[in-house]
DNA sequence: TTTATTTACTTAACACCGTTAACCAAAAAT
DNA sequence: ATTTTTGGTTAACGGTGTTAAGTAAATAAA
């Protein structure tokens, strides 16, 4: 059986992205990959080294899309406070609308981004730059040195994925409605890192 | 071959948990559990439902653990501040120290948790209801309500999770030091939630 | 004391999994 | 016309969780 697209490669990574958004990381297998694609479980193995190096390819366009909609965030006449809780909340959005992909993104098990090349670790840093870059931006006196502004910009990445990970791992108290949950997620990141305020209360 | 202990549920969950503990979570499988103890694997299944069941006992071990240690500096003569802090620590600490617990408790991904019973929920919850109590007793302006102050408990945890996660996954910044990238977490945590100020400036 | 039943386990098997080795037909190059 | 490369295939290995069926020993009932 003939895949429609002639480039296999292409074919396996779009069956590969529908079955991983539909039906989540821990349910895609080689063979039903193939299967869905019209070929053989081994076919992709010719263009993919093995299973870890296709999910990277997917973690990849992960972190591209995040970026590209946090980059979008970051216009000249925002201020570095609004600029970081626009970043913030739109982080937030993209976890919990993509849960599958902020899965394989962030919560992977480290062996298997044991062979995650340099590169795109590189690329996908440049969503921690972003708050890096605004946090800097700030003038905050706890932001004056660059190493500083690296250390918060992780700090605030880190409460974000918290939020993210607990809300989608079902694992926030049910008592506590989720949308107040993100309010004061992002209020006491804003407020942690020194005078930074909601920009509208609730 | 006969367990040397003749309780085979005991001797199960013993090998369990030093296999989690020395080989971590995804290496662990029914027939070497079995192959060390010196059963069958089917054996596995005539004290625990499935996998996920046996997964369980030891996740909830976790949590009976983390609350063992986070308890005990629940102290009468203690600031609710101080307690809040240390909190944090020991919590930051558990998590470090004890990367394979902390998986299977915060990060196995939701499918293993389904079948998780209520009454195990309600007692993990007792860790996060530490953070309540000392928030309460705070008397800040924010956290006069019990339900604020459940959120803001909830907000703490994620936000120590958060940390937790990105370090054991390695995905903090590596030109960030982890003692820095730690004591600034918990400086975050405290001054998100008010005048919290960490107890000894670095 | 003999028979029946329960207890505590085992073996065999099913339907999957990622991955490797060996093979093969068609296209391209020599 | 023959060799080589391309782009796949099938078969197989050693694993996985789990279920069904069988079995030997201990206990209970007759």
């Known amino acids: 059986m003939e895949p429609v697209n002639g480039s296999l490669r292409r074919s396996i990574l779009d069956i590969s992205r529908k079955m991983l958004v539909d039906e989540g990381f821990n349910?895609?297998?080689?063979?039903?990959?193939?299967?869905?694609?019209?070929?053989s479980a081994t076919s992709i193995y010719l263009y993919f080294k093995n299973k870890d190096a296709l999910l990277h390819s997917l973690i990849e366009e992960?972190?591209?899309?995040?970026?590209?909609?946090?980059?979008?965030?970051?216009?000249?006449?925002?201020?570095?406070?609004?600029?970081?809780?626009?970043?913030?909340?739109?982080?937030?959005?993209f976890g919990l609308n993509n849960p599958e992909y902020y899965e394989i993104m962030f919560q992977l098990h480290p062996k298997h981004m044991e062979r995650y090349p340099v590169e795109k670790f590189?690329?996908?840093?440049?969503?921690?730059?972003?708050?890096?870059?605004?946090?800097?931006?700030?003038n905050?006196?706890?932001?004056?040195?660059?190493?500083?502004?690296?250390?918060?910009?992780?700090?605030?990445?880190?409460?974000?994925?918290?939020?993210i990970s607990l809300l989608n791992a079902g694992r926030v108290d049910s008592r506590?409605?989720?949308?107040?949950?993100i309010d004061t997620l992002v209020a006491?990141?804003?407020?942690?890192?020194?005078?930074?305020?909601?920009?509208h209360q609730t």
């Open 27 to 39: 349910r895609i297998s080689m063979r039903k990959i193939a299967q869905k694609v019209g070929c």
């Open 62 to 93: 992960g972190f591209e899309k995040l970026y590209e909609i946090l980059s979008a965030l970051n216009h000249p006449d925002k201020s570095p406070a609004r600029k970081i809780e626009d970043y913030c909340r739109a982080f937030i959005n």
């Open 122 to 138: 590189r690329r996908a840093r440049r969503n921690t730059n972003l708050f890096m870059n605004a946090l800097q931006e700030l």
């Open 140 to 163: 905050d006196e706890r932001m004056k040195s660059p190493e500083d502004a690296r250390i918060w910009a992780n700090v605030f990445v880190a409460n974000i994925h918290g939020g």
């Open 176 to 181: 506590v409605e989720r949308e107040k949950f």
């Open 188 to 199: 006491g990141i804003l407020a942690g890192s020194g005078e930074l305020k909601l920009s």
